[in-house]
């Protein structure tokens, strides 16, 4: 005889409940909501909301402002050929991308700012804030959750239906 564990064919079944309805995976509960801690659906739009700093950082250096999540002026340049279709538009975007950004903790800023925009390793990230690697890399996820939660609240990223 085998010292394997017998299991069962059928553990779960695909269909729900009767009377059961499925949560929404984008909604909160009050435990969550209690923890402060980001809802795991929003981990699929990390890369969108990195893309959204990045349009960001382009637009604001069209539109002559320094990105206000940069702590010092010194920020890694790069040039793209992304025509902008309006002066308005590029600035109204600045402006709410910065409101978003305002709405978030110093700390989150700083890291999202130094990975994101400034392209720094979270090894060099780590160094700068004087913070340890762990650390950044626990953080910088929820950084950028948070950041996505204010994007859906203004309309900036849109979830499919």
């Known amino acids: 005889m085998s010292a394997a564990l017998q299991l069962p064919s059928l553990w779960a079944s695909n269909a729900p409940r009767a009377g059961y309805q499925r949560p929404n995976p984008l909604l909160r509960s009050a435990s969550e909501e209690q923890a402060g801690g980001p809802s795991a659906s929003l981990a699929f739009y990390r890369k969108h ?11 604001s250096t069209q539109v002559g402002r320094a990105p206000s999540i940069l702590a ?4 890694r340049g790069w040039a793209s050929s992304r025509p902008i279709r309006t002066f ?15 709405r978030l903790d110093p700390l989150d800023r700083r890291i999202l700012g130094r990975v994101v925009l400034q392209e ?6 780590a160094v700068l804030l004087g ?6 890399a626990y953080k910088l996820p929820r950084a950028l959750d948070r950041l ?5 609240e203004n309309g900036l990223l849109v979830l499919p239906n």
């Open 131 to 136: 913070m340890s690697v762990r650390t950044i």
């Open 120 to 125: 720094y390793t979270q090894a060099e990230t």
């Open 148 to 152: 996505t939660e204010r994007l859906l």
């Open 49 to 59: 909301t990195e893309n959204i700093l990045r349009r960001y950082l382009y637009a």
């Open 72 to 75: 010092d002026p010194v920020g």
């Open 88 to 102: 308005e538009d590029a600035l109204i975007f600045v402006l709410d991308v910065e409101r978003c950004l305002g």
